[in-house]
């Protein structure tokens, strides 16, 4: 990994509620501002999203990408929230050649916009949406092997002091977000101490780190966690760009459930 690359995976919470004031992601609120005074400024921010899946892994290319609203139900005013940075078409193609150096494919796509998996958490970490932006699809087949790879690719980026972020959620069951059951809580928790000594314990070698990540399913109530894996997988890339245990793990309470956010800081940084 360069020394110049700050990489974080959060729990982005439940569609636009962050940026709506709303209680139970007060936590992330806070968390994201605070994370985001705290990171040196970078000069561009590659994110992957849990909401953008392609056959190929898909990077948007345009000099101005336009916002995408992909939630439904919510008050009018999440359907006019803002953020208009630029793109960063220079970067995308440098993100598109370290790929196919690492014999993966991609490929990009001049017209797509950003998701609200990238908008909301850039809305709260920086408001003034002036760092360019590029967005990063997983690939449909959501394999861990294949996305661990991806980041591990992407440690051929140079030049530019560059904001890595793996967007997606450490507990996404959509149903249980809205029980409180004593049950489903306790597996979130289990779920949540088998994430966190993953990515933080000192002792694990990084060969065990990297073989529970691929096999993430066999962690308790994994499945229950994530009936589908693709709010987990931006952190499989995360981790295969950093290589080593994280820096710093915040526990937060979002929707009623633990959930993580974990950041490895570049070596110029904190």
């Not at 609120?29 to 970078?42: F, G, K």
């Not at 993966?104 to 001049?110: F, K, N, S």
């Not at 779920?191 to 070698?205: G, K, M, N």
């Not at 931006?234 to 793990?249: E, F, M, N, S, W």
Request: net charge negative.
């Amino acid at each position: 990994m360069t020394s110049f690359t700050d990489i974080v995976f959060l729990s982005h919470g439940g569609g636009p509620l962050p940026l709506l004031g709303d209680p139970a992601h007060a936590e992330l609120v806070a968390s994201l501002t605070q994370l985001a005074s705290e990171l040196p400024r970078p000069d561009a921010i590659l994110l992957v999203s849990a909401h953008w899946e392609e056959t190929e892994p898909t990077l948007t290319s345009g000099a101005r990408p336009g916002l995408i609203y992909d939630y439904y139900g919510f008050p009018p005013e999440s359907y006019q929230i803002e953020y208009p940075c630029p793109g960063a078409p220079a970067l995308a193609q440098q993100v598109q050649q370290a790929l196919h150096s690492a014999g993966l494919p991609c490929r990009l796509d001049d017209n797509r916009g950003f998701d609200h998996g990238m908008f909301v958490p850039l809305k709260l970490m920086y408001p003034g949406a002036d760092i360019p932006c590029v967005q990063l699809s997983l690939a449909s087949h959501l394999d861990a092997g294949f996305h661990l790879a991806m980041g591990q690719a992407l440690r051929a980026l140079k030049g530019q002091r560059l904001l890595v972020i793996g967007s997606g959620f450490s507990f996404h069951n959509m149903h249980e977000f809205f029980t409180e059951r004593p049950e489903a809580n306790d597996k979130n928790r289990a779920f949540e101490h088998w994430l966190t000594q993953t990515c933080t314990d000192p002792a694990l070698t990084e060969e065990e780190r990297k073989d529970r990540l691929v096999h993430w399913e066999q962690a308790p109530y994994a499945r229950f966690c994530h009936p589908r894996e693709e709010h987990l997988l931006p952190l499989h890339l995360c981790y295969g760009l950093a290589g080593r245990a994280c820096d710093q793990h915040l526990s937060l309470t979002i929707l009623h459930k633990q959930a993580g956010l974990f950041c490895w800081f570049g070596d110029t940084g904190h």
